[in-house]
């Protein structure tokens, strides 16, 4: 097996609220090599962007943390504070969604640069501008040297979210952390931003984590995309496994409910009936399952394990779409016309 | 004028809403303006969905804003069963704004907290309850159903619905007065892929139930494919290219159609990713180029694209029409 860069093993993160304990991420386990690009897709309270934050040790104090991250070696939830601040934004580093808010707006783009490197790197004011001036052109800003003394209002969206990649890739990281790096641009500033962060990495030898809602992307750019559902992993393949021959249900779902630009106008859609799960006092049970197609009595029973070929196709499912299993699962739960949850899967039976 | 011209207007009995060279302006400063709509024509037929795509800054939202009047139109004419909606004004202009409804991109926020839904779904009926048919208990429990949320809910407050669910809400609110249009802006932009084919099934499901026209705008080029009936590509201000939904996705002619179509993350197979490699940033709309208004950003670029505007033309003798000077070549027939 090649290197190892960090493991995540049994990652639990509760959020205690006046409503009830949230449980965000609910043991989560997951590695990732050296080099690798890991994609997380989830929609929104998958706990995707909590485990980011998680690694990255930017949750509020009030947060409950149980579980080992390791990088390199080193248990990251034990490290001495005095080496805590040359250790995030040096060896691992995030960029944000939204370019705006993660800029300070007051301060000139260079500055927020050079910041890092003097800090961090101890270097000199002329050393850290050349620095600079060197990673806004690594990163395709036109007229580095003039850019540089711009402050983020005078960049336009996609400019921004480079000069935020030039931040994150200042003191070298070995991995690179990106949160929905390009949901706030238009298509073809997402493919250019896409390009550079695929780009750079393979040049530096660097590994990410891309995490997006958007499963289009994760195809296109990792070598792996692990799903996330309710704070759980429910399903971790290399890309092309995932896409052609998912196991997941929910992986199933979302990859019929997208529209595709190859099929003709008006095509009818496969929504997934219901809504996202309840993360306060979740059931002992499957999450999925009172949307799942698949559903059987044993999925109300207890939460499926992680199975499949363990470092090749995890899952979390008792019934697995596209096996024997799953088929017949599906197949009965067709022919009574509705599954153990009740969810209607005869026809369009409207929504709710 | 460029990217202009009128060779895509129809003449149909059956086009509902014409679109005659829109200009919006905003005032911005002292003395500059945003060129945000810059003379576009194109029209809609009963029962169609047009589809409109293009980046922010493209004018999408402010076309669709104008037909409504939601913003001041600098000129140009609207044309709805007779009466002109650029100039109609006071009473005549309230008399018609039923027939119009709007669904917008962020489904909590246009919804009111403080009111139940029921009274969010009603309030146009309470409003035009003279003319347009007393209110009705029936009419709210039956568009609630129809966008599938259950009638014994109306007593809830929109905080108590999921994003997806306001969205379906707040499409009942516009159906209240049986519109003949409803305008969708970004209407599933906001809403998480799981939800938002449940949206989209919907707005498809009404259109047909109530016989609706359709304007959809978005800047997913997936999304609006599978609306859509006729889509038009919009960049800065001006229409690239109009045509039939599957016929412009299949046979894409105009530079950033074909950009667009490149730069998805999973590409359309019509076009080859390398052309969605377009240079440099959007351009000022408070300074827009001169001549064809893509000519800092397109790969075939010419002196011809730097003075002169384009026009509309149609390519071939099927619904579809481009404003390019250099149409990129593709084999016709084959699909």
């Known amino acids: 097996m090649a290197d190892l860069q960090l493991t995540v093993e049994d990652l639990y993160v509760r959020f205690p609220t006046s409503r009830g304990v949230v449980e965000a991420v609910n043991g989560v386990d997951f590695s990732l090599e050296k080099g690798e690009m890991l994609g997380i897709v989830g929609e929104s309270g998958s706990g995707k962007s909590v485990t980011a934050k998680t690694l990255m040790n930017l949750l509020p104090r009030t947060a409950e943390v149980d579980g080992t991250i390791t990088f390199e070696g080193e248990d990251v939830r034990a490290i001495a504070a005095e080496k805590r601040k040359h250790f995030w934004g040096v060896k691992m580093t995030m960029v944000f969604q939204d370019p705006m808010t993660s800029l300070n707006p007051v301060k000139r783009c260079g500055e927020q640069i050079t910041e890092t490197l003097r800090y961090h790197m ?3 004011k002329a050393t850290a501008r050349k620095k600079a001036i060197d990673l806004l052109e690594q990163v395709g800003i036109p007229e580095p040297a003039k850019r540089i003394d711009q402050y983020p209002h005078e960049l336009s969206g996609g400019l921004r979210q480079r000069v935020v990649i030039a931040m994150a890739l200042a003191c070298e990281p070995s991995l690179l952390i990106a949160d929905e790096p390009t949901t706030a641009v238009d298509v073809t500033v997402q493919k250019r931003l896409l390009d550079l962060l695929d780009g750079l990495r393979r040049e530096r030898g660097m ?11 994760a195809r296109g750019r990792c070598d792996d995309v692990a799903v996330m559902y309710g704070g759980r992993l429910v399903e971790r393949a290399p890309t092309e496994t995932l896409f052609d021959d998912s196991r997941h249900p929910y992986t199933d779902a979302l990859l019929r409910t997208i529209p595709r630009i190859d099929q003709p106008s008006h095509t009818r859609l496969e929504p997934i009936e219901g809504r996202p799960p309840e993360l306060i006092n979740p059931p002992e049970q499957c999450a999925f399952a009172p949307r799942c197609r698949y559903a059987q009595p044993d999925c109300l029973e207890a939460i499926p394990p992680v199975g499949g070929v363990m470092g090749k196709h995890e899952f979390a499912c008792f019934h697995p779409a596209n096996t024997d299993r799953g088929r017949e699962a599906l197949a009965a739960n067709v022919a009574a016309g509705e599954t153990v949850t009740g969810l209607q899967i005869q026809g369009y039976a409207g929504v709710n | 004028m460029a990217g202009t011209g009128h060779a895509p207007l129809r003449d149909d009995p059956n086009v509902l809403l014409t679109i005659r060279d829109l200009e919006v302006e905003f005032p911005v400063g002292r003395k500059d303006v945003v060129h945000a709509v810059s003379g576009i024509s194109f029209d809609v ?32 004419t609207i044309d709805y069963q007779g009466n002109d909606l650029a100039t109609l004004e006071g009473e005549q202009l309230r008399q018609i704004r039923p027939d119009l409804q709007m669904i917008f991109q ?29 209110w009705s208990q029936e009419r709210i429990e039956e568009l609630m159903v129809a966008v599938g949320i259950d009638p014994k809910f109306g007593e809830r407050r929109p905080h108590q619905f999921s994003g997806g669910q306001c969205q379906r809400i707040g499409i009942a609110r516009a ?27 919907i ?15 978005s800047h997913d080029l997936s999304v609006v494919k599978n609306v859509s009936d006729r889509i038009i590509v919009m960049y800065l201000g001006k229409v690239c290219e109009i045509g039939n939904a599957d016929e412009l996705y299949e046979r894409p002619r105009h530079p950033y159609t074909r950009a667009l179509l490149a730069s998805i993350p999973e590409p359309a197979p019509t076009v080859d990713v390398s052309e969605g490699d377009i240079d440099g940033e959007l351009p000022s709309p408070i300074h827009p180029p001169a001549g064809c208004r893509f000519n800092t950003r397109c790969q075939h670029v010419t002196d011809i694209c730097l003075t002169e505007e384009p026009v509309m033309q149609q390519v071939g003798d099927s619904d579809h029409f481009l404003a390019c000077h250099h149409p990129v070549e593709v084999s016709v027939g084959v699909s």
């Open chain 1, 122 to 124: 101890g270097d000199d």
């Open chain 1, 207 to 217: 590994s990410m984590i891309l995490i997006t809602h958007d499963l289009g992307v």
């Open chain 2, 45 to 76: 037929a009963e029962g169609e969905t047009l589809g409109i795509v293009g980046e922010s800054g493209c004018g999408k939202s402010t076309v669709a804003k104008s037909i409504i009047r939601l913003n001041d139109i600098k000129a140009g």
């Open chain 2, 106 to 134: 962020d489904p909590i926020s246009s919804l009111n907290p403080r009111r139940k839904i029921r009274d969010v779904i009603s309030e146009g009926i309470a409003v035009w309850g003279n003319t347009q048919g007393a």
């Open chain 2, 175 to 201: 159906l209240a007065l049986d519109p003949k249009v409803l305008i969708c802006d970004e209407p599933v932009s906001a809403l998480d892929v799981s939800v938002q084919a449940q949206v989209l099934n």
């Open chain 2, 203 to 217: 707005l498809e499901d009404m259109k047909n139930r109530y016989g609706l026209t359709l304007l959809f705008i």
